[in-house]
């Protein structure tokens, strides 16, 4: 089996890797990883916990900071956290193992692939194979999460947005991770880290309240810094990540040409970690900057460049002028 290009959607520019990696025809795949093709029940209950409970301390943490105030150990906590999280979302999860927007020697591999488990968003490899399949399909029917799926009506809109946001994370039918994600399900160091998301996610809840609690050498500060550097900062990283699923494909400037209706959302993008310059990314999947223009913050792909300086990454899918221009829209371009 191999990968298409149409599953990665990269307008005639896959991988190396992944085509390297990918099993020859008729050649055995080693079984799925963590969770397989079916939600079973009783994942969907942990799924609502995980959900439910980080979101309630989200909001709970409104009129506790307001009251209480939160400690600079807490917040420091909570940033560095979150950020280590959604940089190995973003970078690792989805420029790298989805779109193959660079290179990068096995240390680095490794890393990536341990800090995106650690935003606690699902096992890569089904982390993967969800948006393969979502720029396969995207906006159109196959997409998993569009927030178009019901319709172009306000209330068809609002009832695709929640299902984009959060309500496709429940269907109990999965995307087949064979099928879209072969490379990774072959590779036995990313299928056994995949596996071990349980683990990670472990490991990401604890990290906080354990060094909150040698800081502070009290139960209250290991309880604070659980709440605020785990709980809370889970919650924020899980919406702001489906936000790049619902509102940057509600909403948005398009300056670039793409089949579907992803748009750049500014507000999201120090959050995001540049992911919320999402139209660029559509028109142009294995670019490793997404935003690509003046002022467009990209945390991300500056990463990216300081892991292409040390030698951690390399073949670097830099975007250039003749390909930026290439995918403007033409009143965006003559407006430029």
């Known amino acids: 089996m191999t990968i298409s290009p149409d599953v990665l959607r990269t307008n005639s520019e896959n991988s ?18 963590l969770g397989g093709d079916q939600r ?18 989200l ?54 692939a341990v ?6 968003e699902g096992p890569l490899v089904r982390w993967v ?44 039918e999965q ?4 099928k879209y994600a072969p490379d990774l399900v072959k590779d036995p160091v990313i299928r056994r880290i995949s596996r071990q998301f349980v683990l990670w996610t472990a490991v990401s809840l604890a990290i906080p309240p354990v060094v909150g609690g040698l800081v502070t050498m009290s139960w209250q500060g290991a309880l604070t810094a659980f709440f605020w550097g785990s709980l809370v900062r889970v919650a924020l990283l899980h ?18 040409k793409s089949r579907d209706r992803s748009g750049n959302v500014w507000w999201l993008a120090v959050l995001s970690c540049g992911e919320s310059w999402h139209n660029l990314h559509h028109a142009d999947p294995t670019c490793a900057r997404h935003g690509v223009l003046k002022g467009q913050i990209d945390s991300s792909a500056r990463l990216i460049r300081w892991f292409e300086k040390a030698g ?3 073949d670097v899918r830099w975007p250039s002028r003749k390909r930026i221009d290439a995918r403007r829209r033409e009143e965006a371009a003559e407006a430029a």
Request: glycine share 10%.
């Open 239 to 256: 919406h702001v990540t489906w936000s790049i699923n619902s509102i940057c494909h509600a909403v948005g400037k398009r300056p670039f």
């Open 115 to 120: 800090a995106g488990s650690m935003a606690v």
């Open 16 to 33: 190396e890797d992944t085509a390297k990696s990918a099993p020859a025809s008729g050649e055995p795949l080693p079984s799925a990883t």
């Open 175 to 178: 995307t087949p991770q064979h």
């Open 312 to 314: 951690w990454a390399y």
């Open 59 to 112: 909001v709970a943490a409104v009129p506790l900071a307001w009251g209480w105030g939160v400690s600079w150990l807490d917040l420091g906590l909570l940033v560095g956290m979150y950020f280590l999280g959604c940089h190995g979302i973003t970078i690792g999860f989805h420029r790298y193992f989805t779109h193959g927007a660079f290179k990068a020697k096995k240390p680095l591999r490794v890393a990536l």
């Open 129 to 172: 194979a969800d948006h393969r399949k979502h720029h396969k399909y995207s906006d159109a029917e196959g997409d998993p999460h569009s927030p178009w799926r019901y319709g172009e009506t306000v209330p068809a809109l609002l009832k695709g947005l929640w299902w984009a946001h959060v309500g496709w994370m429940f269907d109990e």
């Open 40 to 57: 079973r029940s009783v994942e969907q209950i942990t799924l609502l916990l995980f959900i439910t409970v980080p979101f309630i301390a």
